[in-house]
């Protein structure tokens, strides 16, 4: 089953933090690595890798974007010391957000900046079943404050009709209100939602608190797709800004990066021709939705 991957833009450190995330978390590897060379960030370091079995992409392409706790990453443990190792290891340089302890909602719990600026949970679910281990969390705040119910039910609908839809579950629901009395945060207001896209479970939550960030690319979410149907789709459903169009990118109405990126690219920029690799990228570097025959056609030199 083609799972969605989330896409982690760094300066120049993308090997090193995937050394270290795999080094963290058990279970965990580094697929691949790669780089892309005459870019217009230059030679870009692009490094997959596997946390506890989940795809990440990672590339070193300049100092464009900063991570924020727009978008964190939760990492679900069935022991307290697994937390406490865990989140020793990854806060180590960075920043605690929220101390490791005792909350309403986990036994063991903390939210902490690493030393490259992406954010982690860490927390303890004990024996309950574990069917993903590391969940993406988007936390809505500012002007798209109170929109995370629909924002997820927007995304669980948008997967769900999509051709490649009936691959893996698709679902949304509020798992938990702010009550009255908990201001700025508006009474009925998402505490804290689930959505599974594609089989693939993510999180989301509302915060009316005072924040200086936003989404923004730092963070996105790659969408493989097998067929220029599938392309045309979740680019006519999901883009919302035509000035962030560009080679596979577009941000959603809530201001989230998704790639739409057809699954032979793997092929084309992780095989052994070199030659091929440089004409694909000189092409796709020119587009804004990819055009599947137009990438073959310069992968095979036509």
């Excluded at 890798?49 to 991570?67: D, N, R, T, V």
């Excluded at 180590?92 to 309403?104: A, F, H, N, Q, R």
């Excluded at 839809?165 to 804290?192: I, K």
């Amino acid at each position: 089953m083609r799972k969605i991957t989330p896409h982690l833009w760094f300066d120049r450190e993308a090997k090193e933090a995937a050394g270290l995330y795999t080094s963290a978390i058990a279970n965990s590897k580094i697929m691949s690595a790669k780089t892309l060379r005459d870019t217009p960030s230059g030679d870009c370091d692009m490094v997959s890798f596997e946390l506890s079995g989940q795809s990440f992409m990672a590339i070193s392409a300049g100092p464009h974007f900063k991570f924020n706790p727009s978008v964190s990453f939760q990492v679900k443990c069935k022991t307290k010391d697994e937390v406490d190792a865990i989140f020793e290891k990854l806060s180590e340089g960075g920043k605690v957000l929220m101390p490791l302890g005792s909350y309403p909602f986990s036994d063991r719990y903390g939210w902490l900046e690493d030393k490259y600026g992406l954010s982690w949970q860490v927390i303890l679910t004990g024996e309950r079943e574990m069917k993903q281990r590391i969940v993406p969390v988007l936390m809505f705040v500012g002007r798209i404050c109170g929109k995370t119910e629909e924002a997820v039910n927007f995304y669980a609908e948008a997967f769900r009709d999509s051709p490649g839809g009936a691959e893996g579950s698709t679902n949304a629901n509020v798992l938990a209100r702010y009550g009255r009395g908990e201001q700025p945060d508006r009474e009925g207001a998402a505490r804290f939602a689930s959505f599974t896209l594609l089989g693939q479970e993510f999180g989301a939550m509302d915060s009316a608190r005072e924040h200086k960030f936003s989404f923004n690319e730092a963070i996105s979410f790659m969408v493989p797709c097998d067929t220029q149907r599938e392309i045309d789709y979740f680019w006519e459903r999901l883009s919302a800004d035509p000035k962030a169009e560009q080679c596979g990118w577009l941000k959603d109405r809530y201001g989230l990066s998704w790639q739409i990126i057809p699954t032979i690219m793997n092929e084309m920029l992780g095989g052994k021709d070199e030659v091929g690799t440089a004409r694909v990228t000189k092409t796709f570097l020119k587009m804004k939705k990819f055009d599947i025959d137009a990438l073959k056609r310069a992968y095979k030199g036509e």
